[in-house]
């Protein structure tokens, strides 16, 4: 059995011995399995590429692909399993969140129990800010209504999965990837595991809360049009509102005269349903420029060296 391993990094020279090493220990606790480590260094600004090298010189089992720029984590997942030539495939973290001490167990779940793939969740986010645990439940939340993809709170992309499960979501070629919806969507049979947070062996994270939020953004948009709908709801329930509001002072005219005053409750509801229409819209635009980056088809990633073979399609 081949089994590769993809590892995204980004500005993460400060962990990679430390990850290597302790993949090492894994690697040879599992002799009958042939490894294969493919690190995607994603436009780094510090010398993860000379010690991605370093390590590809000493063991030939190490494979790096460098990329012109960042491109984000996604774009790396993705470069990492057209690239990779394993039976089995596992998606895992440079800072040791995602503990290789669980790819024994994992790979049983594959081999001899039979499931597709292999899926982490971690149980409780210690160590993480209360905002940021506070916001990605409701994200979760929120996501699992409106979409199909059925995502897990907590959910990692720490996970193994077998060629027809990577050729699945290779054949989703989309520019917006959100790995945890496309997981779900391609369906297969999942075993879920659980794991108590662990915290950064070294370095720090490269995801500020804003640069989440956005990435959540991303997610919904490519997973649900439910927002779409809204504007038609709101719309259908302001003009019942209207109908209303029209009876009332027709009602009143006939019956008191001089309906002719109030203003400033006219401004009101003028810049009332401007706003909303102005948030329909905008929810609009962000499906709107969505298809634009869509449909421009440009490449999800540049790739500027490697030292590793194309596996699946062809470099654009
Ligand atoms: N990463 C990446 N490109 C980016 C941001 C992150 O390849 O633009 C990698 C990073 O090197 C790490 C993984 O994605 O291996 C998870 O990032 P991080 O640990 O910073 O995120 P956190 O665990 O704090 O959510
Ligand atoms: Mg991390």
């Given amino acids: 059995m081949r089994l590769t391993a993809i590892i995204p990094c980004y500005n993460e020279e400060a962990v990679l011995h430390i990850f290597y090493r302790e993949m090492q220990h894994i690697m040879a606790s599992m002799q009958e399995v042939d490894f294969e480590l493919i690190f995607v260094n994603d436009g ?21 692909l460098s990329f012109s720029r960042n491109f984000g984590k996604e774009a790396a997942i993705y470069a990492g399993l057209k690239y990779s030539g394993g039976d089995l495939t596992v998606i895992m973290d440079a800072d040791l969140q995602d503990p290789p001490s669980m790819l024994p167990e994992m790979y049983r779940a594959v081999v001899e ?81 659980e794991y108590e947070n662990v915290e950064r062996a070294a370095g720090e994270t490269k995801w500020s809360f804003w640069k989440l939020f956005l990435y959540s953004i991303d997610g919904i948009v490519a997973f649900s049009t439910l927002p779409l709908s809204i504007s038609a709801v709101l719309g259908v329930m302001m003009c019942v509102v209207a109908v209303f509001a029209i009876l009332f002072i027709i009602a009143r005219q006939l019956l008191y005269g001089g309906s002719a005053f109030g203003w400033p409750s006219m401004v009101c509801i003028i810049i009332f349903i401007g706003g909303i229409q102005l948030f329909c819209m905008g929810i609009l635009g962000s499906y709107l420029a969505k298809t634009y980056l869509e449909v421009k088809k440009r490449p999800i990633y540049i790739l500027k060296e490697t030292n590793a073979d194309l596996r699946y399609g062809e470099e654009k």
């Avoid at 780094?44 to 790096?64: G, I, P, Q, R």
């Fill in 44 to 64: 780094s600004k510090d010398k993860t590429l000379s010690v991605l090298k370093e390590l590809a010189s000493k063991d030939n089992s190490v494979k790096y």
């Fill in 113 to 193: 129990e039979g499931y597709d793939s292999v899926a982490t969740r971690r149980v409780n986010r210690k160590g993480e800010p209360p905002i940021r645990s506070f916001f990605a439940r409701r994200f979760y939340r929120i996501m699992n209504r409106i979409s199909k993809a059925d995502i897990v709170d907590g959910a990692r992309d720490f996970r193994m999965m077998n060629r027809a499960f990577v050729d699945a979501l290779l054949s989703m070629g989309e520019y917006n990837r959100f790995s945890k919806g496309l997981f779900g969507w391609v369906g297969f049979q999942t075993k879920w595991l």
